[in-house]
T-cell receptor, first 110, second 112 residues
Framework: EDQVTQSPEALRLQEGESSSLNCSYT??????LFWYRQDPGKGPEFLFT???AGEEKEKERLKATLTKKESFLHITAPKPEDSATYLC???????????FGRGTSLIVHP | DGGITQSPKYLFRKEGQNVTLSCEQN?????MYWYRQDPGQGLRLIYY???????QKGDIAEGYSVSREKKESFPLTVTSAQKNPTAFYLC???????????FGQGTRLTVV
């Protein structure tokens, strides 16, 4: 059974204070690891897909990295508009269905 | 524009009633999913479908039913047997295995 654990559950940052969110996973043959952003009352918005250890992807202030056991979402010089819940999910060889972590709630104070 | 459309955005249900949530996609995706989201619980899988006329129960299927008569459509019925239906419901679809899922904007169901 695939498992995804995200930490921390909540994170408060000052504007400009860089940090990282963690996603640890246990799967049977990783097919893809996904990061999403979710704003209150809305559906998750797709950010990145990572397929193999060592892969990195960037979008504006966000950078996602992947190892064989975990993924990090690095946020550089965050702004208040980056405040949201960030979800991590995996798809594996055992099941094509994405398994989600519980998310990290990020608040960036001005 | 390609995407997933859920309707309605808000839905109120009386005790004992069945209600149906709509989910339509024009992404030509084979796989579709229904998730339920409660505060602090993350996304929990209700039902999923990989092809037309076939669907499987997820982790919390009791009290729910689905159909997949068309590739584009995957409606979810919340029946009176669902004891605690108040939640935020999300529909998603995905392409080939290992590719990302895309979500609709959700339906918030409230029992009154």
């Amino acid at each position: 059974e695939d498992q995804v654990t995200q930490s921390p559950e909540a994170l408060r940052l000052q504007e400009g204070e860089s940090s990282s969110l963690n996603c640890s996973y246990t799967v049977s043959g990783l097919r893809g690891l996904f990061w999403y952003r979710q704003d209150p009352g809305k559906g998750p918005e797709f950010l990145f897909t990572l397929y193999s250890a060592g892969e990195e992807k960037e979008k504006e202030r966000l950078k996602a990295t992947l190892t064989k056991k975990e993924s990090f979402l690095h946020i550089t010089a965050p702004k208040p508009e980056d405040s949201a819940t960030y979800l991590c999910a995996v798809a594996s060889g055992g099941s094509y269905i994405p398994t989600f972590g519980r998310g990290t709630s990020l608040i960036v104070h001005p | 524009d390609g995407g997933i459309t859920q309707s309605p955005k808000y839905l109120f249900r009386k005790e004992g009633q069945n209600v149906t949530l709509s989910c339509e996609q024009n992404l030509n995706h084979d796989a579709m999913y229904w998730y339920r989201q409660d505060p602090g619980q993350g996304l929990r899988l209700i039902y999923y479908s990989q092809i037309v006329n076939d669907f499987q129960k997820g982790d919390i299927a009791e009290g729910y039913s689905v159909s997949r008569e068309k590739k584009e459509s995957f409606p979810l019925t919340v029946t009176s047997a669902q004891k605690n239906p108040t939640a935020f419901y999300l529909c998603a679809s995905s392409g080939p295995t290992g590719t990302e899922a895309f979500f609709g904007q959700g339906t918030r169901l409230t029992v009154v």
